[in-house]
């Protein structure tokens, strides 16, 4: 057998085992569907959100950490073309609970604002260059086989512990905005999303010039 | 397997997709997950869940700490439901994640290759850990889901791992590399 036969082999085996799982895990689903709905959409859309991640390499990490490491923008690029869509894609599902006077889903993720928010992105920021992944990308590493991640995740558990403890302090010591700040409360819906995509393309336009820059 | 067949699969599964791909499909499940779980995409709140009840079998923490244990146990059966089920989905993003890199054949088991590379992941992991847990979030609940959100925080939090980053940057050049 030479070297092509056996890589066709591997690609039949992993591609066997890939099926099965399948088949597996989409019974579960129907398992946690006539448990209850709302269990088997949290299975699936966890899944989704796996293979999305593993297949279009998509890491957070890298769009942080590339621009200044290599000097390449295209996973920051990929990044801001999510954010904007779904900043359009989360606006309009917010006015629309809005409009028909129901309550906005998803407010609880208007978080407050300290020194913890400064604090907690810088330490997470260097974290995640270090350990190489963030929460999603260690997650979907373990998938791909990643030992060292499996190291990460205990890290991160008990990082997670200490953060719970000190928590307390942190919220009564350095928060600036208890409420935290809803963009449309400042600007109206309109206005709000204007300039956050504005934000988002001058970000974009000066990756691209970032990119550019490095190349020359 | 038949070779015909191994060329269409390949072709089905083996390419990646591109980032804007990627974005795009992220984002359709980042409004669909809004609409049904009536809130975004997020990670660590399971982390921070499964901490404190592991905190409160084993009994420890300020006083502050020990009565919000406390409340959690006793009100065990609703947050058990909710969190488990952000748990579930984290485990749903390992396994999807596998299936991706089985269907792809992209699956290799790499082991940890030395006490080096092990002691700087554990390190990132607590870093994280303990950002993410004062932080209200990681990337995804924090960065992604709270930008995509319109909430300043989104946008303070994104600053300062932008800044973390480049020094985490930094350091890996200065100690690892």
Redesign the interface.
């Known amino acids: 057998m030479n070297l092509s036969d056996q890589k066709?082999d591997?690609?039949?085996?992993?591609?066997?085992?890939?099926?099965v799982?399948?088949v597996m895990?989409m019974m579960i689903g129907v398992f946690l569907f006539q448990y209850a709905p709302?269990?088997a959409?949290?299975?699936?859309?966890?899944?989704?959100?796996?293979?999305?991640?593993?297949?279009?390499?998509?890491c957070?990490?890298a769009a942080?950490?590339d621009p200044?490491?290599t000097g390449s923008t295209?996973?920051t690029?990929?990044?801001l073309?999510?954010?904007a869509?779904?900043?359009i894609?989360?606006?309009a599902?917010?006015y629309f609970y809005h409009l028909t006077s129901q309550t906005i889903?998803?407010?609880?993720?208007?978080?407050?604002?300290g020194m913890?928010?400064?604090?907690?992105?810088?330490?997470?920021?260097?974290?995640?260059?270090?350990?190489?992944g963030?929460?999603?990308g260690?997650?979907?590493?373990?998938?791909?086989?990643?030992?060292?991640?499996l190291?990460?995740?205990?890290?991160?558990?008990?990082?997670?512990?200490?953060?719970?403890?000190?928590?307390?302090w942190?919220n009564s010591h350095w928060m600036w905005?208890k409420e935290?700040?809803?963009?449309?409360d400042l600007f109206g819906w309109a206005g709000?999303?204007i300039i956050?995509l504005l934000v988002i393309a001058l970000l974009y336009g000066l990756a691209i010039k970032w990119e550019a820059k490095q190349e020359l | 397997m038949e070779r015909e067949d191994q060329k269409n699969f390949r072709r089905w599964f083996k390419p990646s997709w591109s980032y804007v791909t990627g974005a795009v499909l992220l984002s359709i499940l980042q409004v669909i997950t809004l609409i049904v779980t009536q809130e975004p995409l997020g990670i660590t709140s399971a982390f921070s869940y499964w901490a404190i009840r592991l905190q409160g079998v084993l009994g420890f923490g300020t006083p502050a700490q020990l009565t919000m244990v406390t409340q959690l146990l006793g009100a065990r059966e609703a947050l058990w439901f909710e969190e488990n089920l952000v748990t579930l989905r984290n485990l749903g993003i390992i396994l999807g994640a596998l299936l991706s890199a089985l269907l792809a054949s992209q699956f290799r088991l790499k082991k940890i290759k030395s006490g080096q590379q092990a002691l700087t992941a554990l390190l990132g992991g607590l870093l994280m850990g303990y950002g993410s847990s004062i932080a209200a979030g990681c990337n995804i609940g924090a960065f992604f889901s709270g930008i995509g959100s319109m909430s300043l925080s989104g946008w303070v939090f994104g600053l300062f791992l932008f800044i973390g980053a480049f020094i985490g940057g930094k350091l890996l050049i200065r100690f690892l590399i």
């Open positions: 066709k591997n690609f039949a085996k992993q591609f066997s085992a890939g099926l799982l399948f895990l709302m269990i959409f949290f299975w699936l859309s966890g899944l989704g959100f796996g293979y999305i991640l593993q297949r279009s390499r998509f957070f990490v942080f950490r200044a490491l295209a996973v690029r990929g990044v073309v999510a954010l869509l779904t900043t894609g989360f606006t599902v917010k889903p998803g407010q609880s993720y208007i978080a407050s604002i913890n928010t400064v604090v907690g992105g810088i330490i997470f920021g260097i974290g995640m260059v270090i350990a190489g963030c929460a999603s260690m997650l979907m590493r373990i998938g791909e086989g990643f030992e060292i991640h190291i990460t995740l205990v890290g991160f558990f008990l990082g997670t512990m200490l953060g719970n403890n000190h928590l307390q942190w905005v935290g700040v809803f963009l449309p709000a999303l956050q």
